[in-house]
């Protein structure tokens, strides 16, 4: 640690408070991944990254730095990173995952906020961000209430560009708004790196990404088999992580983990028994390192199967269309795969109860769990219509509204254990029909 000590103080990291976040990471990681039995080995290269994210990679990002590149903070799926790619920069996630910084975060914002706002917020103002602090651009988006309001505020400490996301994309109205969006950060993306964004680096960035959706689809695939190869935990580690990574290297760890699960299912190894629950988890997206509800689900036996969120299929399920060779035909098709990710913010957003419906069928979940991060509305008003849907299908759901602290777990945990139970009397009773 200490040969980067010199590299966070040129960063303008407050080391002391750095140094603290670390400590009280470590033990939790081990209690929540390491420990998990039956891991898949290629799990070791996801693991690297979680202990290199504030050294190594960002000795990395430092030296691209050096060399010239930018880097651009992102806080969204709606950020599009096909264009950053394609202007010679490197996207990073900026989404808080932790509870370290939410403290802080406090002493400006009003404490009835989402934690993923809290904690990235925390982090800025902090100085515990290697991510925040070596970042030349931040990029946000007009999703939600609190974080366009907390953009100004973060513009007051970073240059912030955000863009005008639109709430009904369907409409002639709605996808020209994104596409002038879009047209404005490829500019503000031009003069940030003195590079011009060609169509053909364009296409080259599409399918680059399209690549690194492709492996995590594949990943996300293999979980439909029963039992689910890998765990849920580690399933999500390797979402929340892929993306801070170098995109080639991470799309070919990904593939490399596939093949090993491949053979598991091949001999008919899983890491649950067979019998386990399958849970699917639906809503706020679990930046690193949330895994609370994951962890006490798989506690208790379940096998999380798929994320219906941002840290999820809701960043692999769609690709860009890499088809035409004009900057017209990739911008139009950018607009149609970033209009058609059903965050709810949308309105109406019908697409995302159709793929909760098919995500149910195709992974065989036996309950869902409708997460929601304290303080998000969109998602919690959603879960209403989440309710009905799911209640026609006869599939059970339970709603779970959390934090990032710890502070509510033992009732997390009960609630889980009673809705396990019941949904296996349920299963007893439809088997013995
Ligand atoms: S596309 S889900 S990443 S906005 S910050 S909405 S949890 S209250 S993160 Fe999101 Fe983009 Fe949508 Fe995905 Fe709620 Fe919190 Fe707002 Fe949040």
Not at 294 to 318: D, K, M, P, W
Not at 381 to 397: A, D, F, Y
Request: charged fraction near 25%; include cysteine.
């Amino acid at each position: 640690m200490g040969s980067y000590v010199e590299l966070w103080k040129s960063l303008g990291m407050d080391i002391e408070k750095h140094d603290a976040l670390l400590q009280s990471q470590r033990p939790f990681f081990k209690e929540v991944v390491s420990s998990q039995k039956n891991r898949p080995k290629k799990m070791e290269y996801f693991d690297s990254l979680v202990a290199g994210s504030h050294t190594t990679r960002i000795k990395d990002l430092a030296n691209l730095k050096a060399a010239g590149n930018k880097i651009v903070g992102a806080f969204c799926l709606y950020a599009p990173e096909e264009l950053v790619t394609a202007a010679g920069a490197i996207m990073v996630g900026l989404c808080g995952g932790a509870n370290f910084p939410v403290w802080e975060a406090e002493t400006v914002l009003p404490r009835n906020l989402c934690p993923l706002i809290k904690s990235s917020f925390g982090f800025k103002i902090g100085y515990t961000c290697p991510y925040f602090q070596i970042s030349d651009l931040l990029v946000g988006e007009t999703t939600c209430d609190g974080k366009k309001k907390v953009y100004e505020l973060l513009n007051e400490l970073s240059p912030t560009h955000v863009m005008e996301i639109p709430h009904n994309p369907d409409t002639s109205q709605g996808r020209t708004l994104w596409l002038k969006e879009l047209e404005l950060f490829k500019q503000q993306l031009e003069s940030l790196t003195g590079n011009k964004i060609t169509a053909e680096k364009l296409k080259e960035s599409i399918e680059l990404i399209n690549n690194r959706r492709k492996a995590l689809k594949r990943l996300s695939d293999l979980r439909k088999n029963v039992p689910s190869p890998i765990s849920g935990i580690d399933a999500l580690l390797v979402n929340q992580v892929s993306c801070d990574d170098n995109i080639q290297r991470s799309t070919s760890k990904i593939h490399e983990l596939c093949e090993e699960l491949e053979d598991r299912v091949k001999n008919g190894e899983g890491v649950t028994s067979k019998n386990a629950l399958r849970l699917m988890i639906t809503g706020s997206p679990m930046a690193i390192p949330n895994w609370k509800l994951h962890h006490i689900a798989e506690s208790l036996g379940a096998s999380i199967v798929v994320e219906e969120s941002c840290s999820g299929t809701r960043y692999f399920n769609q690709f860009v269309s890499p088809k035409g060779n004009s900057m017209d035909d990739l911008m139009a098709a950018l607009v149609d795969r970033y209009s058609a990710i059903p965050c709810a913010c949308f309105t109406p957003n019908n697409a995302r109860l159709q793929s909760i419906s098919d995500l149910a069928k195709d992974f065989h979940v036996d309950g869902v769990i409708n997460y929601t991060l304290q303080f998000c509305h969109t998602f919690n008003v959603e879960g209403v219509k989440i309710e009905t849907l799911l209640k026609k299908q006869n599939i059970p759901l339970l709603r779970v509204e959390s934090d990032y602290s710890q502070e509510d777990t033992g009732q997390i945990q009960t609630r889980l254990e009673a809705f396990m139970e019941m949904i296996s009397a349920k299963t007893a009773r439809r088997d013995n029909s």
